[in-house]
């Protein structure tokens, strides 16, 4: 049985459609992500609706190599500037695609080098599947967490060799990504802040995500904001609860982590390009993101 968060994710981004191979209504848009990038293919609904322009910053494709593998990223920065803090943005189940490269750029006009890993690269193209059983067996149920944190790990060295200082290190992710943004903050002892938008905190253990994040709650190196939807059956409230408790008794990063609800917001609400938007929560939680990271050194 899929994941309920996922299952949301996906429907919401391909309401009414067929879910076979190569379905007819799905229509491929070009996404400049940069010279070389491979662009998204999403249904034609699927467009950002925040465009933010990309004057006066360096943007496009990246990659840097993990165990042998040329790890391909997309990165937003200032122009001509150095000694950037960083943040890592990770992504939804959907992989890179306009949505999260227009987030970086977002970060980066806010002044930070931002870098978008790639992380189901090994794994396959997640914008070529129109059937969410094929997306899910194929590509994300084969990407282990200790992959993810190699990835991310080469992700903050290759940061820090171009223009970044990783000693103002922040993570954030949305969804599949909010998930692993708390793993990072427990995985990666630079890791200053994390902001953590709808990521699934409980789980059942495998060999590709052995713990998940009540798991690591006490033992986070940089606190945690936890921006969550009060209408999302997928991540039910009460296993918010559980991991305020967690964190309640951790280590003093752990303490510091906090949460807020948007009561009335749905599952994916900072997604502009999907139905789940909601301006009101995606903006406040925006604000909140910059200011936990700035109140924890990530500035």
Known sequence: MFRQDLKADFEALLPGQTTEAGATRRTALKAALGVGYAAAALPVMAQTSIRTPADGLVTGEVTYEVGG?????????????????????????????????????RFARAGYLAIAPELFARQGEPT????????????????????????????????????????KLGVTGFCWGGRLAWLYAAHNPDVKAGVAWYGRLVGESSPLTPKHPLDIAGR????????????????????????KAALAVGNAASRASQFVVYPDAPHAFHADYRPSYDKAAAEDGWQRALAWFRQHGVA
């Not at 695609?97 to 987030?103: C, K, L, V």
């Not at 990835?151 to 000693?167: E, F, S, T, Y």
């Open 69 to 105: 593998f040329k790890v391909p990223a997309y990165r937003a920065a200032p122009e001509g500037r150095f000694g950037l803090p960083v943040v890592l943005v990770l992504s939804e189940v959907f992989g890179v695609h306009e949505y999260i490269a227009d987030t970086a750029r």
């Open 128 to 167: 070529e599947y129109g059937e969410l059983a094929r997306l899910m067996a194929e590509v994300v149920d084969q990407v282990p967490d200790a992959q993810v944190m190699a990835d991310l790990d080469g992700a903050v060295k290759w940061a820090g060799a171009n223009g970044g200082d990783v000693r």
């Open 220 to 243: 986070l190196h940089g606190p945690v904001l936890g921006l969550y939807a009060g209408d999302d059956p997928s991540i039910p409230l009460d296993t918010v609860a559980k991991m």
